[in-house]
């Protein structure tokens, strides 16, 4: 078949010009992997566990005062144990949202780098987590079943309370203030599981449901 175009040269196959009327393809570079964000979910779950675990035994340290040597122990175990767990989560939630752009980039409304730089900010903290969050949520909820923010938004006012509270209460030092801040990081520990457990749940089903993403894309 003659080239449609200089009507000189063999039409490419599949196409009705040759090789050098054909327009040029672009290069595209190849997005991001999607890979199953599975084991750093259970790692995170158990993590936030722990994490509660220990604001749980803070409580009672707070309320029934321990000798003064258990005290400080207490509490450089609990700040190691938060400490991993930011680590894990974070890993975590990089996970999710990478494969949320996988899904949908064009509703991730933050840069990437804001998922982990958005927790470090002074009052950017306080909205860009929620942020990327929810638009990873959104982006892994399954076509046309958009899914509801309550739990999201529950963990971030239990979140968001606890920092003011912290700040607000530990001034006063009472023992019951204490118990206070503790007590409420336990409720935010408790509901952060249960976003993670959601969003991984989304993300594995729509991952495996979807069309245009089958079971093998998942690493």
Known sequence: MI????????????ETRCARCAPAVPFVPAGPPLRSPAGLGQATVVMLGLAGAGDAVAVWADLAQPSVLAGPALDIAQGVL?????????CWLWRVRVNAEVFDAGSQSKARWWTIGGWFIPFVNLWFPRRIVLD???????QGRPSGHGLVDLWWTAWVAGLI?????RVESGAGMLAVVDGIDLVAAALAAGVVLRLTRMQN??????????????G
């Open 3 to 14: 080239c449609a175009s200089c009507h000189s040269n063999e039409a490419v196959t599949g």
């Open 82 to 90: 938060l400490l991993a767990t930011a680590v894990v989560y974070l």
């Open 136 to 142: 990873a949520w959104d982006a892994s909820a399954p």
């Open 165 to 169: 509270v912290d700040r607000l209460l």
């Open 205 to 218: 089903e729509k991952a495996l449901r979807g069309p245009s993403l089958p079971s093998a894309a998942l």
